[in-house]
């Protein structure tokens, strides 16, 4: 078999494709194929090394080390079709629905055509030797014979044999317009950038990797909205100015970078600036020391179509940077151009700015973002560890869930916790393992718990008044509240059976006992059951708040 790297089967248009092109002159067949497998080996090495480059380029570093970097291979190239191979089923999964695009392209770079992609999980004990069909195979010299010596495709299959050591390949370099206008387009893209790269936006931050729900919806629908139609010289948009306020940590970020990559995917020719206003002041700041501010605020007020300000309360107390911020505001408005500004207050809370600056603030649309209820803060747990491939039993995820309310930033923090501790340490999280390690259940809370915190606790819980639970009613979902209630502060309390049943209106011993062991059990074989009882202890060490 050649040695010489088979780029007709790579290139969109090779120097073999135009020599093999006869009609009537086919290659021999499979079955007199006996290929070196050192050699098919190499060349799919060769194949595979180039896909990963293109790979390693386009998609975040982080991502490409996490799911490609020594768990993705080739080995098998069949025809029309190209077999991978990964270690796990979640990095096959991963694969499939969130980088496919970037395996095709990568693919079709690199041959010249699209291809059926196969990818296998543990398909590495798959033997390239096994396989008949593989493209690299070719006769070796000794099948040559007779007639089939003056058949072109073995003359030339002949005349290209090289010597070990002989390895050559060569590449049509020539550029096409399409490629001639991708270089173009991101010249245009790197200088804006560059100009406008206070903070770089982050290809992962998107709408969809944004996790909605009741607390983030409006804002996520309107930054959207935006987003497809921002307001712009000759076509503005009834949100031309749009300012979110709510905690940190809740997502008001995460949406600034989503608008800006929609913004830059549907309108490439609009110039985004997305800073914050601390880099803003730095900048100004920075201009008057060069005695450039007359580029700064040409830059700002004629170059810019799209100006994106993080944490605008920032800008309180700089009285400088505020006089700059209002010409340039005003200009852009009268400009049509589209304003996002994000803060921790509504701009009538701020201290420290002038009313004249507070009041364009207040023009636009005011969108607040609360924070997360307990089903958002489970799908946010849930997307960011299939991000970090972490594998949690859901118990963990509905304590974590239930437990920590405070922000986004703190969930994510608390998995990447998790996820350190296991990959360093090379150990399995459970329940009380990660309680542990992100301190959720501590003595100062447990100090306040009594029989009465618990009851209101389960009673949050099952949206029934607490009244209810320590009446005499039989109805089934106020008697399943009232055994949950028993069960909890037996477990957490200690109490006696007496002391319990008084506390529900007089109950007898025998009562209590049945309540308790009746969810007890159900703890043991309803899973259902067990979720409730981690949700409600998950609230228990966040009383201040839920109480």
């Not at 006869?22 to 079955?31: E, T, Y």
């Not at 490409?64 to 990095?91: G, L």
């Not at 317009?177 to 270089?183: A, M, N, P, W």
């Amino acid at each position: 078999m050649s040695n010489e790297f088979p780029f007709d089967h790579f290139l969109k248009k090779s120097h073999s494709e135009k020599l093999f092109s006869h009609p009537q002159v086919h290659a021999p067949s499979q079955k007199e194929a006996k290929p070196n497998e050192k050699t098919d080996i190499g060349e799919l090495a060769e194949l595979e090394k180039e896909i990963l480059g293109l790979l390693r380029d386009s998609i975040p570093k982080q991502k490409y080390n996490a799911y490609f970097e020594n768990t993705f291979e080739i080995i098998a190239f069949e025809d029309n079709k190209i077999v991978f191979s990964c270690s796990t089923q979640f990095i096959q999964h991963i694969i499939a629905t969130q980088y496919l695009a970037n395996l095709e392209s990568a693919i079709y770079s690199t041959i010249g055509k699209k291809v059926v992609i196969d990818i296998q999980v543990n398909s590495k004990n798959t033997s390239l030797s096994s396989n008949d069909k593989n493209i690299f195979r070719a006769p070796p010299q000794e099948t040559i014979s007779g007639q089939e010596k003056d058949n072109p495709y073995n003359r030339a299959l002949k005349s290209s044999q090289k010597k070990p050591g002989e390895f050559k390949f060569t590449l049509d370099l020539n550029q096409t317009s399409e490629d001639l206008h991708k270089v173009a387009e991101s010249k245009f893209l790197s200088h804006v950038r560059s100009d406008f790269g206070n903070i770089i936006i982050d290809a992962n931050k998107t709408f969809d990797t944004f996790v909605v729900g009741n607390s983030n919806a409006i804002a996520y629908a309107t930054c959207q909205a935006v987003a497809v139609d921002p307001s712009r010289q000759g076509k503005q948009c009834k949100y031309q100015c749009l300012y979110i306020y709510s905690d940190s940590g809740l997502g008001k970020t995460h949406l600034l970078h989503a608008v800006a990559n929609k913004i830059k995917e549907l309108y490439p020719n609009l110039v985004v600036a997305l800073l914050s206003a601390r880099d803003f002041t730095k900048e100004m700041v920075n201009s008057i020391n060069d005695k450039t501010m007359a580029d700064f605020q040409k830059k700002y007020s004629e170059v810019v179509d799209v100006l994106i300000i993080d944490d605008i309360h920032e800008l309180r107390n700089k009285p400088t940077t505020q006089n700059e911020f209002f010409h340039i505001f005003n200009e852009l408005q009268n400009r049509g151009k589209q304003l996002i500004f994000t803060s921790d207050k509504l701009p009538s809370e701020i201290d420290g700015i002038p009313e004249r600056l507070r009041t364009r603030l207040q023009w636009g649309l005011l969108i607040d973002i609360q924070r997360p209820d307990f089903e958002t803060r489970l799908a946010i747990l849930k997307r960011k560890s299939a991000e970090l491939d972490l594998y949690l039993h859901e118990d963990i995820f509905q304590l974590m869930a239930s437990t920590i309310t405070s922000s986004i930033r703190e969930l994510e923090g608390s998995l990447i916790r998790l996820s350190a501790h296991k990959d360093l340490l090379k150990v399995e999280i459970d329940v009380e393992m990660a309680k542990d390690l992100l301190n959720l259940s501590s003595k100062s809370t447990r100090e306040k718990l009594n029989a009465e915190t618990i009851t209101k606790a389960v009673a949050n819980f099952y949206k029934i008044p607490v009244i209810d639970i320590r009446s005499k009613s039989r109805t089934k979902n106020i008697t399943h509240s009232r055994h949950v209630a028993m069960y909890l502060i037996q477990k957490h309390l200690s109490s006696t059976l007496a002391e319990i049943g008084s506390f529900f209106g007089g109950r007898d011993h025998t009562s209590v006992i049945h309540a308790i062991k009746k969810i007890d059990q159900e703890v043991q074989l309803n899973g259902f059951v067990k979720h409730e009882i981690i949700s409600i202890e998950g609230s228990l060490s966040t009383s201040n708040e839920v109480f």
